[in-house]
């Protein structure tokens, strides 16, 4: 029975993951959803598009169920060149939204099929033989740590934060957080006086 309960516990958090990243393109432009905002290249975008390609892999070919279409394997050079983290021209938003959305039906029903303690094979991983429960708590790992990203994406484009629409804020108090914001510069420039 914890089996079952810690199965659709982790699958729960996932699904709100999911929701939470594409919550961070709505209302954008085409520009900014693929813009890079870091250094290193960084895009709202490319984030859908790297969990689309790794969930297929980790719910699908782990498991010898592999995703029906067709997309860069683990070990492709295109991946290990960073790839799958940006979106061409000719990549739609509703083209990697939509496959996003088939990687989610296909993982949930790998999720639903296998018990927690069922078998699969990472040949990545340093100890390639898992568990559908690994799996599942890598996912929800690196789903999370992506949203986290996004999040900060989207704070700043536009102020939006926040992971949950349902619990977002209506409006943005701007003075408000212009006055944290200079409370804490003011805090960190204390700590450390060279910046005097």
Request: aromatic share 8%.
């Amino acid at each position: 029975m914890i089996d079952d309960f810690a199965k659709e516990y982790l699958h729960s958090d996932l699904r709100e993951m999911r929701e939470a990243l594409l919550w961070k393109l709505d209302g954008l432009s085409e520009y900014d959803i693929r813009r890079p905002l870091t250094s290193t290249g960084t895009n709202l975008l490319g984030l859908v598009k790297h969990l689309s390609i790794w969930e297929a892999t980790y719910f699908g070919e782990v498991f010898d169920r592999p995703f029906p279409e067709p997309l860069p394997r683990w070990d492709d050079d295109a991946l290990r060149q960073g790839l799958d983290m940006w979106a061409t021209e000719q990549e739609t938003r509703e083209d990697i939204i939509d496959r996003y959305r088939r990687v989610w039906q296909h993982s949930d029903a790998t999720i639903t099929a296998l018990a927690i303690d069922a078998p699969g094979r990472a040949p990545w991983w340093p100890q390639p033989d898992v568990k559908l429960f690994a799996i599942l708590v890598h996912m929800l790992i690196e789903t999370s740590r992506h949203v986290g990203h996004a999040d900060i994406l989207r704070e700043q484009l536009d102020g939006s934060t926040g992971t949950i629409a349902r619990r977002a804020p209506a409006e943005r108090d701007a003075a408000l957080w212009e006055a944290r914001r200079a409370t804490i510069e003011r805090a960190a420039r204390a700590a450390d006086p060279s910046t005097a």
